[in-house]
């Protein structure tokens, strides 16, 4: 079945450091891709998707893209903020089939001043 | 109002007590979710509804029972709740169909502890 899978966490950074968030994912053909950021006390939101291989999605400086050849989505930034500090999840849904996305188990991040 | 609402925010009960979530969404939406998130646990799909259909994870206990009596309203009815049952739930919803289909759009979330 699909699956994704997200780097463990949490993730530490000081302000202004650059941000990487490892994700990968199993599924057949070409599933969308997103990223949902929560921050505390909140729902999830949608942060970025893409929808086709080689596409990137871009939002509140943080950007992903889709590679096919690797099967991954990671997500990156290049100068944190505190106000960043929260969970990060990776999710697919996959093509032409079930509307049901499958979500990562979510990465925490910590941006210290 | 837009988006999605969820009522009550945060709810206390105990393990005798009959209580219900409510969640509402404003955005033309097809398909309703119920989500649990525990500390430290992935995020769990409980129930889906959609025009045609309802989904429902085998795992989850008969003491949470959903109801969607429309697209735009979904509940889930708990009672003779365990402590373990304590967490934040999660409403969603989203088109079942579209360019992207799986891009959900998620309320605040109801906090629930089971005494």
């Known amino acids: 079945g699909d699956s994704v899978t997200q780097m463990e966490g949490p993730v530490t950074l000081s302000e202004e450091a650059f941000l990487t968030i490892n994700c990968t994912y199993t599924a057949t053909g070409y599933p969308s891709l997103f990223w949902y950021v929560q921050y505390p006390g909140e729902g999830l939101q949608l942060l970025l998707k893409?929808?086709?291989?080689?596409d990137k999605g871009s939002n509140k400086g943080f950007e992903a893209t889709y590679r096919k050849e690797t099967t991954s989505f990671h997500l990156e930034k290049g100068s944190v903020q505190v106000s960043d500090s929260a969970v990060y999840f990776c999710a697919l849904s996959p093509p032409g089939g079930s509307y049901i996305p499958t979500f990562g188990r979510g990465t925490s991040l910590i941006v210290h001043p | 109002e837009t988006g999605v609402t969820q009522t009550p925010r945060h709810l206390v009960m105990g393990m005798t007590n009959k209580k219900s979530l409510k969640c509402e969404q404003h955005l033309g939406h097809n398909a309703m979710y119920w989500y649990k998130q525990s500390a430290k646990k992935p995020l769990e799909l409980m129930f889906v509804y959609s025009l045609e259909e309802r989904v429902e994870n085998n795992s989850v206990p008969s003491r949470f029972s959903p109801e969607c009596p429309n697209s735009s309203h979904l509940f889930l009815h708990l009672h003779t709740l365990q402590p373990e049952d304590s967490a934040l739930y999660l409403c969603a919803s989203s088109h079942k169909n579209g360019l992207a289909p799986g891009e959900l759009f998620f309320g605040e979330g109801s906090r629930l502890t089971v005494l």
């Open positions: 893409a929808t086709k291989a080689d």
